[in-house]
């Protein structure tokens, strides 16, 4: 929905979706995701212009019943116009509960304009 400003650098202030596949394979107590995706940017404007496609790796080795390390690189492509990032990070993952999951990650990116540091910090509530 086109509720983050663009002036403001938070969306592009227009109707945008986007669709993420994922695939998890565990072998005993490590785990690989699979993900690929679409982002179809201001679908109004009829255009794939700022449309990327994502295509990411990640694998989780849970080391106690809690914690959880996380390493994972992932790929936004352009559809059309643009060059390509490359992001990989690492770091830790804490079951606070049966149902959260805290994340903790930092990592860097390469490709033009490309962040040179990068962290995420995000929780996972299942109900």
Same mark, same amino acid.
């Given at each position: 929905?086109?509720?983050?400003?663009?002036?403001?650098? +938070? /969306?592009?202030?227009? $109707?945008?979706? %986007?669709?993420?596949?994922?695939?998890?394979?565990?072998?005993?107590? @490590?785990? !690989?995701?699979?993900?690929?995706?679409?982002?179809?940017?201001?679908?109004?404007?009829?255009? +794939? /212009?700022?449309?990327? $496609?994502?295509? %990411?790796?990640?694998?989780?080795?849970?080391?106690?019943?809690?914690? @959880?390390? !996380?390493?994972?690189?992932?790929?936004?492509?352009?559809?059309?116009?643009?060059?390509?990032?490359?992001?990989?990070?690492?770091?830790?993952?804490?079951?606070?509960?049966?149902?959260?999951?805290?994340?903790?990650?930092?990592?860097?990116?390469?490709?033009?304009?490309?962040?040179?540091?990068?962290?995420?910090?995000?929780?996972?509530?299942?109900?």
């Amino acid at each position: 929905m086109p509720t983050a400003s663009e002036d403001s650098g +938070l /969306g592009t202030g227009n $109707w945008d979706t %986007g669709v993420v596949l994922i695939a998890t394979r565990e072998w005993g107590r @490590t785990s !690989i995701d699979w993900n690929v995706g679409y982002s179809a940017n201001d679908l109004s404007a009829a255009e +794939l /212009g700022d449309d990327h $496609w994502f295509l %990411g790796q990640a694998v989780r080795q849970q080391l106690t019943d809690r914690w @959880t390390a !996380i390493g994972e690189i992932f790929a936004i492509l352009p559809h059309s116009n643009g060059s390509a990032n490359i992001h990989f990070s690492g770091g830790a993952q804490l079951t606070v509960r049966e149902n959260l999951v805290l994340s903790a990650l930092i990592g860097s990116a390469v490709g033009h304009n490309s962040p040179d540091l990068t962290s995420y910090l995000g929780f996972t509530f299942v109900y």
